[in-house]
């Protein structure tokens, strides 16, 4: 991200970690303290060149690989009539962007974004946000998420919750509940 950034601005590329992650704009854009019009802004009085909205938040977005193996897991899951919330670290144009490029996002019922609940995982407030969005108790709740601090916060709700390692182990831990 920080290389396509920096192509687009010209700006080097030190001066974007330290925009983005040095100045905070980073994790105050994914709470949605930031908007994307504010955060492009920035960015432009700082550029020796110029570039559009478009441009800028294309070279900040186009950065994901989805995990394609789990794809028949969510499939299989949405047959059966899970419901399935994605809760996400993420801001308006990521996710924006991901709606636009991956069908997949199609599946799932509901999504808890913290741009949009105005906190980030591990804050108890997006769980909170998660749960009420899930139509049923915690323990009939399964989390999954590589992070282990944030599998340990949603434990501390009651959450049947997993370390997620890849999308065989899923499948196994999805197994055992009888979800699959």
């Known amino acids: ?35 994307s019009e504010a955060l492009f802004d920035i960015f432009v009085k700082q550029s020796p060149k110029s570039f ?15 995990n394609e193996d789990c794809f028949p897991l969510l499939k299989t899951l949405k047959s059966k009539g899970v419901r399935l919330l994605a809760l996400s670290n993420t801001s308006q144009a990521h996710f924006e962007f991901l709606k636009l490029k991956y069908s997949f996002l199609e599946l799932f019922d509901e999504f808890i974004l913290s741009y949009q609940i ?9 769980y909170q946000a998660a749960l009420n969005l899930a139509y049923c108790t915690p ?13 340990a916060m949603a434990k501390t709700y009651g959450i049947d919750a997993e370390v997620f390692k ?12 009888n979800l699959i």
Do not use: W
């Open 139 to 151: 323990q009939e709740c399964f989390y999954t998420d590589d992070i282990p601090e944030y599998i």
């Open 118 to 126: 105005g906190a980030a995982k591990p804050d108890p407030k997006i």
């Open 166 to 177: 890849d999308a065989e182990d899923l499948k196994k831990h999805l197994y055992t509940r």
């Open 52 to 66: 559009s909205f478009k441009e800028f938040f294309e070279a900040a977005s186009d950065i994901f690989q989805p």
């Open 1 to 35: 991200m920080v290389n396509q950034i920096s192509s687009c601005t010209g700006l080097a590329k030190e001066k974007i970690a330290e925009l983005l992650l040095g100045k905070g704009l980073r994790d105050l854009y994914e709470m949605g303290a930031l908007t």
